[in-house]
């Protein structure tokens, strides 16, 4: 009971005695059972001083002037406010049984006659206090279960309010899976296909969705492609959610598709993989489409390029003319003409009409559509030098001088080189009209140049075009790359050089960055790995208002 009285809030214990002396006394002997005590001198006082109190136990003297103990005792035992307070009468004389019948109907539930002995009065006052305790204790658990009924109440309508939700999320994510325009297939952690949306047997060549499900994924991969799956799952297992990677995947006819994927990892509860869902979208149309969007740019950057490439034929013809007309001039003053001389205009002949077929050669190869062109190995300088070629006559006849910084012993990236000699005229182009945008914005016949510098890092060669010209607009250096956004005049561009420029260099796996001053230059930088091993998985273009360091 020591340990009940201590571990709780102390109880009160009411003493009602009109003589202080015996007040005081009372109160010394129940010091002991550290409890707070309230003393009252009169019934008046005493209800007075237990408003808004909880008593445990009351000692009241009998006899008092004014409310007597009875009185007190009685008007406690009906105030509906509080909880019934066993009442120890304190009494001088023993009490006849009508007289003990009154005060037991009070609220009596025990007497002391005067003179008590203290041992006595603490013994009954324990066992009153360790009922108010045993009280306490039994309203404290009927909260508590009170409380649990409520908290388990609430938990059912949240479960019930989960589960419905869940339903209709579950009736949802159907509904999206099954009129997605993808193929959506789910994939164990075995990588077995559990399910299918209701288009993927369509797309796949399959009759049903029973054909697929539990086929592994690997039956839909080419083994060229297995490496780039495995990298692109062992990315979505630490980013969660991979996406736009192409792949070849093969249908259940055997044939062979291009498509873009997208990869989500599914949790457990404890965080470990439990399934992935692959979103497939059949893009071989989309491909065709680009190449022939880039087919018919090339054809459009050599009318552009017209002008040098005449330039460029028409000079080695000059110097077949000239070597040509020397010769006729030697035979017609009736001179012999020496072997050596003969061998040596001969020569200068067949190396112009060499030149003027590698320049036709190249233009042809350039020109035509590379869908069947097999990427490989080449020389980054070299193919920025041809595409110089073909407009170097151009700039300068608009006196754009051209700077070349070219780098030695730059490693071979791979890729296909009239590809990227596109890129490198598009660059060009676009640097060209970003000076002469500037020249006739500003009435400032500034020196319009182009820099062009190749260098290389331990993993990416890297080409450099910088012009100072009218630079791009912060706001619109995210939109640059979008296909058929241009900053030029109506009728001046298309606005797909940039955006084919980009695809292409994706395409190699490399960057494109772009950095802009406006109104004062903006640089072009293209990061290519040398091999497959530096190949980036997740090419990104990056913009800056700023220029180069």
């Not at 994939?187 to 029973?210: A, H, M, N, Y």
């Not at 997208?262 to 059949?282: C, G, Q, T």
């Not at 459009?300 to 034929?313: D, N, P, V, W």
Request: with cysteine.
């Amino acid at each position: 009971m020591k340990k009940d009285m201590t571990s709780r809030e102390k109880p009160n214990i009411l003493i009602v005695d009109d003589n202080y002396p015996n007040l005081y006394m009372l109160e010394l002997a129940l010091v002991p059972l550290k409890v707070n005590i309230i003393t009252a001198l009169s019934g008046e006082e005493a209800m007075e001083k237990i408003k808004g109190k909880k008593v445990a136990v009351a000692i009241i003297d009998i006899r008092m002037p004014g409310m007597d103990g009875v009185e007190l005792a009685t008007i406690m035992h009906h105030d509906k406010t509080r909880d019934l307070v066993p009442v120890i009468f304190l009494t001088c004389l023993a009490k006849d049984e009508q007289e003990l019948e009154k005060c037991y109907a009070s609220g009596a539930v025990d007497f002391i006659l005067k003179p008590y002995n203290n041992y006595i009065l603490l013994s009954k006052v324990k066992i009153f206090l360790e009922f108010f305790f045993q009280r306490q204790r039994i309203l404290e658990q009927k909260r508590e279960i009170e409380q649990k009924a409520e908290d388990l109440a609430r938990t059912n309508k949240t479960m019930q309010e989960t589960e419905t939700a869940l339903t209709d999320s579950v009736k949802l994510y159907q509904t999206l899976i099954n009129t997605s325009p993808e193929a959506i297939i789910l994939l164990d952690s075995e990588l077995r296909i559990s399910d299918v949306s209701e288009i993927t047997p369509e797309i796949w060549g399959f009759q049903s969705k029973e054909e697929l499900l539990g086929l592994s994924f690997s039956e839909f991969l080419p083994q060229e492609e297995n490496s780039k799956f495995n990298q692109s799952l062992k990315s979505t297992k630490s980013k969660k959610l991979v996406q736009n990677v192409e792949l070849n995947l093969r249908r259940g006819d055997k044939s062979i598709f291009i498509a873009e994927i997208s990869i989500a990892l599914i949790n457990e509860i404890e965080n470990k993989p439990f399934a992935f869902m692959v979103i497939i979208r059949d893009i071989s149309q989309r491909k065709k489409m680009e190449q022939q969007m880039i087919h018919n740019a090339r054809l459009l950057s050599l009318g552009e390029m017209a002008t040098g490439i005449a330039h460029e034929i028409n000079q080695p013809l000059n110097n077949i003319s000239l070597t040509l007309e020397n010769v006729f001039n030697e035979i017609q003053s009736n001179k012999p003409i020496s072997s050596s001389y003969f061998k040596d205009k001969s020569e200068r002949v067949f190396d112009n009409i060499y030149r003027m077929r590698s320049i036709i050669d190249h233009i042809r190869d350039f020109s035509r559509d590379q869908t069947d062109f097999f990427s490989s190995l080449f020389e980054i300088n070299n193919s920025i030098g041809n595409a110089v070629s073909m407009i170097a006559a151009q700039f300068k006849h608009r006196n754009i001088e051209l700077i070349r910084e070219y780098a030695d012993d730059i490693p071979q990236v791979h890729g296909n080189t009239f590809k990227f000699e596109q890129v490198v005229l598009n660059l060009l182009v676009n640097a060209k009209d970003a000076m002469e945008d500037k020249r006739e914005m500003t009435q400032v016949d500034f020196p319009m140049c182009i820099k062009i510098k190749t260098s290389h890092n331990k993993q990416f060669v890297i080409t450099e075009i910088t012009d100072n010209g009218i630079g791009i607009k912060p706001d619109e250096l995210e939109k640059i790359v979008l296909p058929f956004y241009t900053t030029k005049a109506a009728g001046k561009g298309t606005g797909l050089g940039l955006s084919i420029s980009h695809g292409i260099v994706k395409e190699m796996n490399g960057t494109i960055e772009i950095l802009s001053k406006p109104g004062i230059e903006t640089t072009i930088k293209i990061k290519l790995p040398f091999n497959k091993n530096g190949a980036k998985n997740s090419p990104d273009i990056v913009f800056s208002e700023k220029g180069n360091n």
